[in-house]
């Protein structure tokens, strides 16, 4: 059975960090490609990050220089690293597996930036 289970969520003030880890089983998690996604009511679920298997990053244009995904093939993690937080960040943040057409997402985590 896969699990993707998201920890790390919280509130945090403005200009804060925060630091997500995802735990992932079930999966030949060195195969996978690993992203970050979040999602606020009423809008569509987007990319923030993602992280081949050969540790090549991606991240949205919102998050570049602020947010930064590693993986730990060791461990089956994968990170994110979200630094000088601001409220537009605050969403739901869902981990995300994906091997060609084969995708799996965590339950995910709450993350509110707020004074």
């Known amino acids: 059975q896969v699990q993707l289970v998201e920890s790390g969520g919280g509130l945090v003030q403005p200009g804060g960090s925060l630091r997500l880890s995802c735990a992932a089983s079930g999966i030949t998690f060195r195969l996978y490609v690993m992203g970050w996604y979040r999602q606020v009511p009423g809008k569509q679920r987007e990319l923030v990050a993602t992280?081949?298997?050969?540790?090549?990053?991606n991240y949205a244009d919102s998050v570049k220089g602020r947010f930064t995904i590693s993986r730990d093939n060791a461990k089956n993690t994968v990170y994110l690293q979200m630094n000088s937080l601001k409220p537009e960040d605050t969403a739901v943040y869902f981990c995300?597996?994906?091997?060609?057409?084969?995708?799996?997402w965590g339950q995910g985590t709450q993350v509110t930036v707020s004074s």
């Open positions: 995300n597996a994906a091997w060609y057409s084969t995708t799996y």
């Open positions: 992280i081949t298997e050969g540790d090549s990053t």
